[in-house]
């Protein structure tokens, strides 16, 4: 320490030297204002309407998420009737297995719903992939539906197994 405060004492009269008049000035110069500009916009066209060959896959999903909507709402309430049924069996008891049965039927009702999802989250990333942006906004539209139902069920599915004991 005693070694460092004499040198620190050296450099301090040098640093106060240069703040008189040869230091560069730190104001703004003209040249720097020149890329202060916006770039131009890009134009980007809206996307155009959904190709038919499209629209058809799309109704064909909707149609079989629809279906398995149906499947889904039938099994249901015969699934929460049995876990119903189950409440306070021990586990692997025969209530048991039954209502985890229901539950299965249950998922696999929706089967439909989930394909349809998965088909349609292919074809989306596909096409941004190709910057192939007509339809875009149909065919988003279509899984945010879908997404919406899968979300739904799975709440479901998720209250029913909550139920059971050791689920």
Not at 81 to 104: D, H, T
Request: hydrophobic share 55%; glycine share 8%.
């Amino acid at each position: 320490m005693k070694r460092i405060l004499p040198l620190l004492l050296l450099t301090l009269p040098a640093c106060a030297t240069n703040v008189g008049g040869d230091a560069p000035s730190l104001a703004r110069r003209p040249v720097e204002g020149r890329f202060d500009v916006a770039p131009p916009p890009i134009p980007v066209p809206p996307p155009g309407p959904l190709p038919a060959d499209l629209a058809g896959r799309l109704a064909r999903w909707e149609a079989e998420a629809a279906a398995g909507q149906r499947a889904f709402a039938a099994e249901r309430s015969a699934a929460a009737a049995l876990v119903a049924a189950a409440a306070g069996a021990p586990v692997a008891s025969e209530r048991w297995i039954v209502a985890q049965q229901a539950i299965s039927r249950l998922v696999a009702a929706r089967a439909p719903v989930t394909a349809a999802l998965a088909d349609i989250d292919r074809l989306y990333l596909d096409r941004s992939v190709a910057e192939a942006i007509d339809g875009l906004p149909e065919i988003h539209a279509l899984r945010e539906r879908l997404a919406g139902l899968v979300s739904a069920q799975d709440a479901v599915i998720a209250a029913l197994g909550a139920e059971l004991p050791g689920g």
